[in-house]
């Protein structure tokens, strides 16, 4: 992917998805991607190394966050993150301090895309 491409990206694909509060921040690369038992339209992932804090609902042991695919902002997020991993690029991802009802991971307010090292 060429420079530019990628900086496309990075400035198209930095969504906002709510007001931040004291929440969970890091940046790191991707750990697993999933969705299975959290319901039709959820899907975790993590970040190695882990977020600096946690809010206070999150007690999943090995996943931070959860995103909501059933909108075009989830579906953004999602498709954007498999394509970081895919791509071995690192994300920076700042939590709502809110989890996701029944789920104990937290909701994602924003992330962004970081340029090769």
């Not at 420079?3 to 921040?25: P, S």
Request: one cysteine or more; aromatic letters at 8%; charged letters at 10%.
């Amino acid at each position: 992917m060429s420079k530019f491409a990628r900086g496309v990206l990075m400035a198209v694909m930095c969504c906002q998805f709510g007001a931040a509060n004291a929440a969970a921040y890091g940046i790191g690369q991707l750990g697993p991607i999933g969705g299975q038992g959290l319901g039709p339209n959820l899907v975790y992932f993590a970040l190695s190394p882990a977020p600096v804090n946690r809010a206070a609902c999150n007690n999943h042991i090995s996943y931070q966050f959860v995103i909501d695919i059933s909108n075009a902002d989830g579906k953004a997020l999602y498709s954007s993150l498999l394509m970081a991993k895919a791509s071995g690029l690192s994300v920076a991802v700042q939590g709502t301090g809110v989890c996701h009802p029944g789920t104990q991971m937290e909701t994602v307010s924003y992330w962004i895309l970081q340029p090769e090292q």
